[in-house]
């Protein structure tokens, strides 16, 4: 005679989420709903390095007098899951590492936005987790998959991603339980009841709609790293520079450029826009034939929208007085409409970053002179600026007024010349060795951020841009180059990269 199992649930949660808060729910819904339930947690080291993981068993009452209490598992075992809750997207993608989801049992139930990891943050390349390639994963994994943004969907209903949570888990009709049932434990709470069964309502509703529409590779289309907090698009631009990019590059490149210079004209103007397409059409003549999808242009389109917006003083202070921006942070922090909420920056600029405001000849003299280097670090401490006060906000936002007079400042001619050297090598190499110039364009994403790590990036551009011209007419030079680019990535100390160039054959590496 085969034995009742019962049902298993894991929830994996990040800190602060609420998975404690869905846990205590489920208990009560289960007991109003007549089921034995145990539930047991472990909680992750910290906020990023790991969720806490909720395990709960259900096991229905039997009517037939002298039943006894069932004995349940304390944690759950690969592959006897019925049911996988993931808060975050790669939440789920942790699960599925653990054995916890397969394709004979488990509902995969996942919130499909993501709340960037450490390693993700800190890597010295692009070092996001493809959250397509994770969606791959988990459609072939799990039995059923129902996936959707449940950060939004709390945003939208004015609640707490927990009770969303708890909808998506009603809504998913993987319990054996009434509406009625789940209503009750947000009751019996006593606190935010309505604000709870509100965003609950919509957390089912938005299983519901997920079940009748589910998800696909093209919902998690990503991005080209060129967005960030405006909205970059095409549809954003002047009419000029639309135009231009419609009429003067292929249809594959519209939304990418259109992305990059939106990027350009919120971060200096229009004009700065221009010149951004204005030298990639001389990249684009460099194509040896008229692709419908030109890799190199596209390459260095990526590459030259993120170097064209290097982040000087003034584009920090700009990003830190952005409009919407005051707002996102209490809504980050679930702040009420009642509550005050206090923002502090932390700005420390080295003297190079406050030598590069000013304009070419003077910057460089200062630089020159250790008297004057040494008097402009006075004002180098580290400050706190308060952005919630006026003051505050009125002073970062005059720093950010002077990107009007950016194209006079040293760090402006420093790069802009750079850069140009930089599209020159590309479309020397183009014509010789295409795949060459596709790594070398792709080996922009070296150069990033501000101060020391801005500094170590260049040294190792620098380093390798050399090195590419040595190896050009080597049958083997886009791969070994691909090779120095990812090994200086690997590592912001350089001793990669130094390993690698010693593999290179004498010829190369002198």
Not at 74 to 89: F, K, Q, R, T
Not at 286 to 292: D, G
Not at 343 to 369: N, Q
Request: proline share 4%; with cysteine; hydrophobic share 45%.
């Amino acid at each position: 005679m085969k034995r009742p199992r019962p049902i298993t649930l894991t929830i994996a949660a990040l800190g602060g989420q609420g998975g404690g808060v869905v846990t205590d729910w489920l208990v009560v819904a289960a007991r109003k709903a007549g089921y034995f339930v145990q539930a047991t947690s472990v909680p992750g080291v910290a906020q990023r390095t790991g969720a806490t993981i909720y395990y709960l068993e259900f096991f229905a009452r039997a009517d037939a007098p002298g039943t006894q209490e069932p004995v349940m598992a304390l944690m759950p075992n690969p592959g006897d899951v019925d049911i996988v809750v993931a808060s975050e997207w790669m939440e789920a993608g942790r699960a599925i590492n653990r054995g916890l989801v397969t394709k004979e049992r488990t509902t995969l139930i996942a919130s499909t936005h993501r709340d960037y990891t450490i390693g993700e943050k800190m890597a010295l390349g692009e070092g996001r987790v493809s959250s397509r390639e994770l969606f791959e994963i988990a459609a072939a994994t799990a039995a059923k998959l129902i996936g959707f943004d449940m950060a939004q969907v709390a945003d939208a209903a004015g609640g707490r991603i927990s009770a969303v949570i708890f909808g998506g888990i009603a809504g998913a009709g993987v319990l054996p339980w009434q509406l009625e049932d789940y209503h009750h434990a947000i009751r019996e709470s006593g606190v935010g009841v309505e604000a709870s069964l509100s965003a609950f309502e919509a957390g089912r509703q938005a299983a519901v709609a997920a079940q009748a529409k589910p998800l696909s590779a093209s919902a998690f289309a990503e991005n080209q790293g060129i967005i960030d907090a405006a909205d970059y698009r095409l549809e954003a631009l002047s009419r000029p520079l639309r135009e231009r990019i419609q009429e003067r590059f292929p249809a594959a490149l519209h939304e990418l450029l259109g992305m990059g210079a939106a990027r350009l004209s919120d971060y200096q103007d229009d004009a700065y826009a221009a010149l951004f397409l204005h030298r990639l059409e001389r990249v684009l003549a460099r194509e040896a034939a008229k692709p419908a999808e030109p890799k190199l242009t596209a390459a260095t389109a990526r590459a030259l929208a993120l170097w064209m917006s290097f982040e000087d003083v003034m584009r920090v202070a700009q990003v830190k007085t952005r409009r919407g921006r005051a707002e996102r942070i209490r809504r980050e922090v679930r702040a009420g409409p009642n509550d005050l909420v206090q923002v502090r920056e932390f700005v420390k600029p080295r003297v190079e970053e406050i030598c590069g405001t000013l304009p070419v000849g003077l910057g460089r003299r200062i630089l020159a002179s250790t008297h004057a280097r040494r008097w402009l670090g006075r004002l180098t401490a580290g400050r706190r600026i308060s952005t919630s006060t006026i003051s505050g906000f009125a002073l970062l936002k005059g720093i950010a007024a002077l990107r009007r007079l950016r194209r006079v400042t040293l760090r402006f001619h420093t790069e802009n010349q750079r850069i140009e050297a930089w599209l020159v090598q590309i479309k020397q190499f183009a014509p010789r060795d295409y795949g060459l110039a596709v790594e070398l364009a792709e080996c922009q994403t070296l150069v990033k951020g501000y101060g020391d790590t801005h500094e170590r990036g260049w040294s190792a551009f620098s380093r390798i841009s050399a090195l590419a011209t040595r190896l050009a007419g080597d049958p083997q030079a886009a791969r070994r180059l691909r090779e120095l680019r990812e090994a200086a990535l690997a590592d912001d100390s350089g001793a990669q990269l130094q390993r690698a160039v010693s593999l290179l054959p004498p010829s190369h590496a002198a």
